[in-house]
């Protein structure tokens, strides 16, 4: 699914560019900029970026995250797999098992399992720059050319494709990690726009986009706010 994607990425576009054309601080009404920056210091995420591989990197990054958005839900899901929705799909490139799931406060499945049919966010975490799906500024093109690197791609792109086909959406955010650098991708059903890479122990825009997210409108988030469900006797039909 990568190689299939890889001409619909468009990026690197600066962090802080891509917060302010997406989550405008001035249609977020709850946004108390003097908040988030008595919150954020250089070294919150010290004890995420300094463990050894990714999976014990998942609680400290939660952790660490959490005050930022305590309106979402994140959930440790690598064990976990969405057997609710991926049958439905019936096909084994859906079958998911993403790293993190985010959720409205309050929503989170009672089981384990990632539920994507609820999920806001999905979070990818790689603990070796040769898993990145993306390549540093500078290079000749956005998305990275190598087998690992495309193995990545495809997998971020396989749970969108789910996130959107068992959620009404325009459009759906998803964070990649990779170790001590982040990106926000924004994808829509024709492609996606990626961030430059955030060094997010030290530079506050991932943190302020969880902030802002928390806070911003369903229609912000990319809830389709048109679609409306059917009532009983409608459904009846």
Not at 59 to 66: C, G, L, V, W
Not at 90 to 115: A, H, L, W
Not at 219 to 231: F, K, Y
Request: charged residues 25%.
């Amino acid at each position: 699914m990568g190689k299939e994607m890889k001409g619909y990425f468009v990026g690197p576009m600066p962090a802080g560019d891509f917060l302010q054309e997406f989550l405008p601080t001035s249609q977020i009404p709850d946004y108390d900029p003097s908040s988030f920056t008595s919150a954020f210091a250089v070294g919150t995420f010290n004890r995420t970026v300094s463990v050894r591989n990714e999976e014990h990197a998942y609680t400290p990054f939660i952790n660490a995250i959490k005050p930022f958005a305590p309106q979402l839900s994140f959930v440790d899901t690598h064990k976990y797999e969405d057997t609710k929705n991926c049958s439905k799909l019936n096909s084994k490139v859906f079958n998911i098992k993403p790293d993190v799931c985010v959720y409205p406060d309050g929503c989170e499945p009672s089981s384990p399992n990632c539920d994507v049919s609820t999920t806001e966010i999905i979070i990818e975490f790689k603990w070796s720059p040769s898993h990145d799906a993306f390549r540093q500024p500078g290079a000749d093109s956005l998305v990275s050319q190598t087998e690992k690197g495309m193995d990545t791609l495809g997998q971020i792109t396989s749970y969108t494709a789910a996130q959107l086909g068992t959620q009404f959406r325009t459009h759906v955010f998803s964070v990649l990690i990779v170790r001590d650098r982040a990106r926000i991708i924004r994808w829509d059903r024709e492609g996606a726009i990626v961030t430059s890479p955030i060094d997010y122990n030290n530079e506050p825009d991932l943190a302020d986009f969880f902030y802002r997210y928390a806070r911003a409108s369903p229609e912000m988030r990319g809830v389709d706010t048109s679609v409306m469900l059917a009532g009983d006797e409608e459904a009846d039909l």
